[in-house]
């Protein structure tokens, strides 16, 4: 049986529960791939396991920075990949578990994030995005790196890691993917996948979530975060579930119309995710319909994984 195992998922999709069953199973601890449950006090709207649902199974990289601090890909490799050796160390199983595929698929291909000496440079730039804003600095990022600016051009804290790679390395981040992707990758895991079809009843679960997120206490989640002093524009209370209720809360609209539109984004979210999990060759798919149980998911993972033993 492969000792790592990855399962992937759009949002809403059940990837908590099945992770948890399957650990109880294998003797496995769990590494979470969501790059909004890394934050703490953020429980309701990243959907967070409870204690409850965690049910005594170890789980990694969750609750572990403040919503206020910086956080990249580089840094969850950096974090994720010392614990994942620890667990294969001690002989046992990890599953790595979430819908972020950019975090999942660098932690596996083993990504070479430099470490950058501490030059200043990353300072400046926040500082003058901070001054001047986002347009000099993408207009900068689009005369070195074209693609990366056209992939780059609402995610401000992207720019400014673009631009201090080329800075410190002489090297654009879009070569320093394309080299470090063209590498074997470190680990070879198993992959599983869910999805739902029709598409119509993922869709249907993502809804339902909102609505429960709501009724168990989202808007005093939000209102606690940022009495506590989090900035309304950190990178953290701009996620899709935080930010439409905060516009809400300040007037521009009504709690219902936000909660239509963290439903709208949501939905797309999980499209996206589909999208990016799809292009896996070496996934295993593991298709829910209407009258699919749990138990008939879970003796799907089984078989996918153990045949793999033989």
């Known amino acids: 049986m492969n000792n790592i ?176 992707q063209s590498l074997p990758p470190r680990y070879s895991p198993l992959w599983l996948g869910l999805d739902y079809e029709p598409r119509a009843l993922l869709y249907d679960r993502v809804n339902r979530r909102v609505g429960l997120m709501l009724e168990m206490g989202l808007l005093e989640e939000i209102r606690t975060l940022l009495n506590s002093g989090i900035p309304k524009k950190c990178t953290a209370m701009q996620a899709i579930g935080y930010k439409e209720f905060i516009d809400a809360m300040d007037g521009f609209g009504t709690i219902e119309e936000a909660a239509d539109l963290v439903r709208q984004s949501s939905r797309r979210y999980a499209k996206r995710q589909l999208t990016w999990f799809r292009r896996n060759k070496d996934m295993n798919w593991l298709t829910r319909t209407a009258d699919t149980t749990d138990e008939e998911i879970l003796q799907k993972a089984r078989q996918v994984i153990f045949k793999t033993d033989k």
């Not at 490799?77 to 620890?86: G, K, V």
């Open 5 to 180: 195992i990855c399962l992937a998922g759009p949002t809403a999709s059940g990837k908590t529960a099945l992770a948890v069953e399957l650990a109880k199973e294998l003797n496995a601890e769990i590494i979470s791939c969501d790059s909004m449950q890394i934050y703490k006090r953020m429980d309701i709207g990243t959907a967070k396991p409870t204690h409850e649902e965690m049910q005594g199974i170890p789980h990694h990289m969750i609750d572990i920075i403040e919503p206020d601090e910086p956080f990249s890909v580089s840094r969850y490799c950096d974090m994720a990949t010392p614990i994942l050796e620890d667990i294969l160390a001690r002989g046992k199983t990890a599953i790595i578990a979430g819908g972020t595929g950019l975090y999942m698929d660098s932690l596996i291909r083993g990504n070479d994030f430099a470490d950058f000496p501490d030059t200043g440079i990353r300072r400046h730039l926040e500082e003058e995005l901070e001054e001047v804003g986002v347009e000099p600095l993408l207009e900068r990022l689009r005369a070195i790196d074209p693609y990366s600016a056209d992939h780059s051009m609402n995610n401000p804290r992207r720019i400014v890691r673009a631009l201090q790679v080329y800075y410190e390395t002489g090297e654009t981040i879009t070569a320093h993917n394309a080299r470090t």
